[in-house]
Every structure is written in structure tokens, then in C-alpha cells.
């Protein structure tokens, strides 16, 4: 059981270290996924602007963690 | 069949897979210089057995593999892997949090497995080798597999010839600064491969990816920039006490 346990906490290390830092970057995927189109946002510029989004996830994470 | 024919299937396989080998080996370059080589080499040649079997399992059949899915998958992943690391190598590079001891770090890490570097080359090398596999069926249709098939493999060749003779100047370049680049990569290609996987087009296709990485390394530059003027020196961090 603590195997199972240590191997999960290690599997969710590899992917998260701050929480709200991971939720920003999987709440920008889904507004990439379902907003953009919804909101009528022309195909060329889907990509760019989830790019947009994720820059500024970090540059929020980085200025909250200098704190 | 003329040999004009045939040679411009060579090309053309050529020059396509050569784009998708110069993707896998940038990214097993970057995580065997910045994790240790044994991990991301086992990945690596995890990834071609696996890409082996599985052609010569389903052969063609493979074209039916859903590759947008694969590719969102794999994109999310590489972009948690990739914005964590460019996370942490601005905070380090910022002073807010200590730099590593990189040589005692480094081999340390080198003489274990490491669990990311491998699952990073693994996946990279399987999804940009079956992008190579799609580009061998597609340039080699109508009975011309093996003049396509040779073409990937010389391009396949000369990319690993050129990993192996960046692999020691890669190894001289101070550790942070290596992840800072890798994180900027890693999130580069995993915005891509989102993109991708949502087929969404990209201007400039596969081009885009220089854009996107460029982007990441501005982005976080700017941030280092902003984070040393409102912290204090840094700080060198021993092995197995991280902030």
C-alpha cells in the first residue's frame, strides 16, 4: 500500500509542484479548447492566443512566488 | 518506374522526416544534458523498440491511429513538464530560489534512472516516429516504400549524427541555464502539439515551433529581469536540501 502511495505522490510530482501554477496552465488548455471557438475567434489566431494565455499564466505565477 | 521518380520519393521522404528527427532529438538532446544521458537514451531506444513492433505488428493498419489525439495528450504533458521547469529556472535564475551545487547534483542524478527524462525521449521519439512512419506510407504509396523508407533512414542517420557531436559542447553550459532552454522548449512543443491536437492551424506550420520556443525564452527572460530587481543574491542549494 505505501508502495502504491510513494508512486502516486511521485507521478503527481512530475507534473505539479504549485497547484494553482498547474490549474492555470489546464484552465487555459480548456478555454483554448472550448472558448475560443465558442467565441468565434478565427482559427489562425487559436493557437497564438493560447500561447498569449499560458505567457501570462507564468509571468502571474512568477510574480505571485517572488512574493 | 524512373529513377527521377524514385528520387524525388527519396527526397521528399528525406527532407520530411528529417524535420520530425531534428523535433525528437531536440528534445532527447535537452532532457539527456540537463537529466543525465543513460535515462534519456533508454527512452529514446524504448520508444524506437516500441515504434518497431508496432510497424511490424499492424504495418499500414497504423495510418488509422488517431495521431491529434496523441499529439493533445503528449502536448499537455510536455507543456506541465516544460512550464514547470522554465517556472523553476526563472526563480533560480532570479535569486528567489537557491542554485543547485550543479556538479554534485549532476552526477547524481546521472547514475540513477531518471523517471521524467525517460518518459520525455519515450514519448517524443514514438510520436514524431510515427509522424516519420505517416510520411514513409504517404511519400512511398504506390509501390514505392522502400526508395521512402530509405530516405527517413539517411535523414534518421545524419540527425543522430549530429546529436552525437552536440551532446559535449551542450554538456559545458552552466545547468540552469540548460533548463531554462529546455523548459522554453519543452513548452514551445507542447504548445504546438496542443495546437495540434485541437487542429488548429498554425501560421507557418511546423515554423511555428521557433516562434513558439523564441516566445517562451522572451517571456522568461523578461520575468528573470523583473524577479532580480525585487530579490536578493542567490543562493547555492547542496543536494537533497531543495527549496
Redesign the interface.
Known amino acids: 500500500m505505501n508502495a502504491v502511495a510513494t508512486a502516486l505522490r511521485q507521478l503527481w510530482g512530475l507534473f505539479v509542484e504549485d497547484a494553482s501554477f498547474t490549474l492555470g496552465i489546464l484552465g487555459s488548455l480548456v478555454v483554448a479548447a472550448f472558448a475560443f471557438p465558442a467565441l468565434g475567434l478565427r482559427d489562425a489566431w487559436r493557437g497564438p492566443a493560447l500561447f498569449v494565455l499560458l505567457a501570462l499564466v507564468l509571468l502571474e505565477n512568477v510574480r505571485r512566488s517572488r512574493g | 518506374m524512373s529513377w527521377a521518380h524514385v528520387g524525388t520519393v527519396i527526397l521528399a521522404a528525406f527532407l520530411a522526416s528529417l524535420v520530425e528527427f531534428v523535433e525528437a532529438l531536440t528534445i532527447v538532446l535537452a532532457v539527456g544534458t540537463t537529466r543525465g544521458w543513460r535515462s534519456a537514451l533508454i527512452g529514446a531506444a524504448g520508444g524506437v523498440l516500441f515504434l518497431t513492433a508496432l510497424t511490424l505488428a499492424v504495418g499500414p493498419a497504423l495510418q488509422r491511429i488517431p495521431l491529434t489525439a496523441l499529439q493533445l495528450v503528449v502536448g ?2 510536455l ?3 516544460g ?2 521547469w ?3 529556472a ?2 533560480r535564475a ?1 535569486g ?1 530560489i537557491g542554485l543547485r551545487d550543479e556538479a554534485a547534483i549532476y552526477a547524481q542524478e546521472t547514475t540513477r534512472v531518471d ?2 527524462s525517460l ?1 520525455t525521449s519515450f514519448k517524443a521519439v514514438t510520436l514524431e516516429g510515427l509522424e516519420v512512419i505517416f510520411v514513409v506510407i504517404a511519400t512511398g504509396a504506390r509501390g514505392l516504400l522502400v526508395p521512402a523508407a530509405v530516405g527517413a533512414v539517411l535523414a534518421g542517420s545524419l540527425v543522430i549524427l549530429a546529436g552525437v557531436g552536440l551532446r559535449r559542447p551542450l554538456a559545458r553550459v552552466p545547468e540552469n541555464t540548460l533548463k531554462f532552454a529546455v523548459g522554453a522548449l519543452l ?1 514551445g512543443f507542447g ?2 502539439w ?2 495540434e491536437g ?1 487542429r ?4 507557418g506550420e511546423d515554423l ?1 515551433l521557433l516562434g ?1 520556443v523564441g ?2 525564452t522572451a ?2 527572460l ?2 528573470v529581469a ?2 532580480r530587481r ?2 536578493g543574491p542567490a543562493l547555492v542549494v547542496r543536494p537533497g536540501i531543495h527549496p
Open positions: 499537455v504533458l507543456l506541465l513538464f512550464m514547470r522554465l517556472r523553476k526563472i526563480l532570479g528567489v523517471r521524467v518518459v513548452s504548445v504546438f496542443v495546437g485541437l488548429y492551424p498554425w501560421p511555428a513558439l516566445g517562451f517571456i522568461a523578461l520575468a523583473a524577479v525585487s530579490a
